[in-house]
């Protein structure tokens, strides 16, 4: 960085500010956070990627920091939003990615969030520093009931409030289905280890092996509620859904009784606790969703010489990645579509010798974008089989409470606004909650409930949603990062991989596809503005815009919640009110700012995050 003479920035008295240290010189930035509606709306409108996430990650930001080299940065960005960067950075579901405007038509495919959220993880330098802002202790002590990713992430939060905080968790590690539901090749069992300690270490009580239920060894639920100012129900979904067979009744499961048939979501559990687990040559797999893929996967690394994976509707609608549905056919598994099963078969030794199924047809759409599957009459067939691994969802279960709870028509506990359940100071989140989703959603739900117990426990609220506003001096990034192509994740080759059946599959980007990859990100935190003051009309960003994002607008709507909403166009000068710049169709090239002729066009970068109230009541 070339030296130049210190620039003096006067700074508006009682203005907020905040202050670095760079290359020796003292840097004033003014600095403003704003909680007015018109700058809640627009983040949330024109960052469409941190709008998807549950856990609102700042991603521009995150992303940002790469193509700059600050990897720490970028990692430290990552996690005060999300507690476990280098997990999410590898099993995340990526909503964001679906929302990414780069993916929009006639944009290209969206970043590569996901992968460099792993970056960050993985280039961080060995002597990173983690930094947390912290309160003072409270006294107030909080239990959580289970160690999975919405357990996790409410613990770290609550401990960061200055609150005492115990977890329970019965099984002998912690992570929930991190640990327990996803196979190592898919997420490492150290990465995982070492972001769990990291989110603990604060003082977090960490009790594995410890169940809360009702058996006399058992800690019971009454006792928590007797011992702790809240409790925090986190439990997620432990039962497997079962599917209605002809066979099946109230009392008794086909599945359960038939040797060589398995719940997918036992059967990797009893893996991971470190149970020797089998299957035989032909292996069916019933489900669509991340756990059957990662059965089918598992299947194959166990010996399976053939994986079908059966689903109800098409392979279009499989609600996973598209990469983990390529990588499981490089691995030789097939996926068949437009089938339901009815029925088990058995040989002469009762054991499973194959599947009934009935045909599909697709028919409406449901919510959630996929299709419905109507069974088609007297279409019934065979396929034989060695073993069934049926995956086709997971539900919650209540049994091990002493407290009644109300409960909704899912058998899903009933919360408040606040997070609480019926009982006063028993709170719940994550899967428990809403059912079967993703480790983003519970990790954000579980961070959002953990706000609200805080509030709960002390009376106020202590964190606010804010928007950050800070000018930019110039535009960050160049047109011609719109013409880099996406750079695909490297895999290990198919028969390495069942070699080691615990190899990671990807093996992540290095730095160069990294930045190159970072270059793509639109920022769409970065909001360019016209003064209509000091604009003389002259068209000049107009002409030199690559795309139709200047405008000559006579006015703008203004939504119910106080946001902006859609631009009232005009082709008539005598109506023009002003020109402005759309945001939903700037790429942030910074074209129309370096040929503006009386530099009316400005820079501002606009972060939705959680500023700390402090102060007592």
Not at 34 to 49: A, F, L, M
Not at 191 to 208: F, I, P, Q, S
Request: aromatic share 6%; charged share 25%; glycine share 10%.
């Amino acid at each position: 960085m070339s030296e130049g003479p210190d620039r003096k920035v006067y700074v508006d008295e009682g203005e907020d500010f905040s202050s670095l240290q760079a290359f020796g010189r003292r840097v004033v930035t003014p600095v403003r956070f704003s909680t007015d509606p018109r700058d809640i709306g627009w983040v949330k409108e024109n960052v469409p990627c941190q709008a998807a996430c549950p856990a609102s990650t700042n991603i521009p930001a995150y992303i940002h920091m790469i193509t700059e080299g600050r990897v720490g940065r970028s990692y430290e960005l990552n996690r005060i939003a999300n507690v476990l960067p280098g997990v999410l950075g590898r099993i995340c579901s990526r909503p964001c990615e679906d929302a990414c405007r780069h993916g929009w038509p006639g944009n290209g495919k969206p970043v590569a969030i996901c992968h460099l959220k792993r970056v960050a993880a993985d280039f961080k330098p060995l002597g990173h520093r983690i930094s947390e802002d912290m309160f003072t202790p409270t006294s107030k002590r909080v239990a959580v009931v289970g160690a999975g990713p919405a357990g996790i992430a409410a613990a770290y939060d609550l401990t960061t409030l200055g609150h005492d905080v115990t977890i329970y968790e019965r099984e002998e590690k912690a992570g929930g289905m991190l640990a327990y539901g996803i196979p190592a090749f898919r997420l490492p069992r150290d990465e995982l280890d070492v972001e769990l300690r990291n989110a603990v270490r604060l003082g977090v009580d960490l009790k594995t092996g410890v169940s809360v239920g009702n058996s006399e060894d058992e800690v019971k639920l009454g006792s928590l509620l007797e011992s702790y100012d809240a409790v925090l129900l986190a439990t997620g979904c432990m039962a497997a859904s079962p599917l209605p067979l002809e066979t099946a009744s109230e009392t008794t499961d086909p599945v359960m009784e038939t040797p060589g048939a398995e719940y997918g979501l036992y059967f990797l559990m009893e893996l991971h606790r470190g149970l020797p687990k089998t299957v035989g040559r032909r292996v069916a797999v019933v489900g669509a969703g991340f756990t059957a893929l990662d059965c089918a996967r598992v299947a194959k690394r166990l010996g399976a010489e053939e994986v079908t994976i059966h689903i109800r509707t098409t392979e279009e609608y499989i609600p996973v990645t598209k990469e983990e549905i390529f990588e499981a056919k490089r691995e030789g598994i097939q996926i068949l579509g437009l089938r339901t099963p009815v029925g088990l078969l058995t040989g002469p030794d009762g054991k499973l010798s194959g599947l009934r199924f009935v045909q599909n047809r697709l028919g409406g759409w449901r919510a959630g974008g996929r299709r419905q599957a109507i069974p088609i009459e007297h279409s019934e067939f065979e396929e034989p089989c060695d073993t069934l691994l049926l995956a086709i969802g997971q539900k919650t279960v209540n049994d091990y409470l002493d407290r009644p709870l109300d409960l909704d028509r899912w058998g899903n506990v009933r919360i408040g606004d606040d997070g609480m359940t019926s009982v006063m100071g028993l709170f719940a989140a994550g899967d428990y909650v809403s059912g079967p989703s993703t480790a983003i959603e519970a990790v954000g739900h579980g961070r959002r409930t953990a706000l609200n117990m805080d509030t709960w426990l002390m009376g106020h609220a202590r964190r606010k949603q804010v928007v950050k506003i800070e000018p930019v001096e110039e535009p960050l990034r160049e047109r011609h990062f719109d013409f880099i192509e996406r750079q695909e994740m490297p895999c290990e080759p198919v028969d390495k991989r069942v070699e080691k059946p615990g190899t990671e599959v990807e093996t992540g980007l290095d730095m160069e596809h990294a930045r190159e990859e970072a270059k793509r990100c639109y920022l769409c935190y970065l909001c360019y503005q016209i003064d209509v003051d000091r604009c003389i009309y002259c068209r000049a960003c107009i002409e030199v815009a690559p795309r139709d994002c200047i405008k000559l607008v006579e006015g703008v709507a203004i939504k119910e919640d106080g946001s902006y909403g859609e631009l009232m166009e005009t082709r008539e000068w005598d109506r023009v009110g002003a020109i402005w710049v759309d945001n939903n169709e700037c790429i942030r090239c910074g074209a129309c700012y370096k040929v503006c002729p009386t530099q009316c066009i400005s820079i501002t970068k606009k972060e939705m995050f959680h500023q700390d109230i402090g102060g007592g009541a």
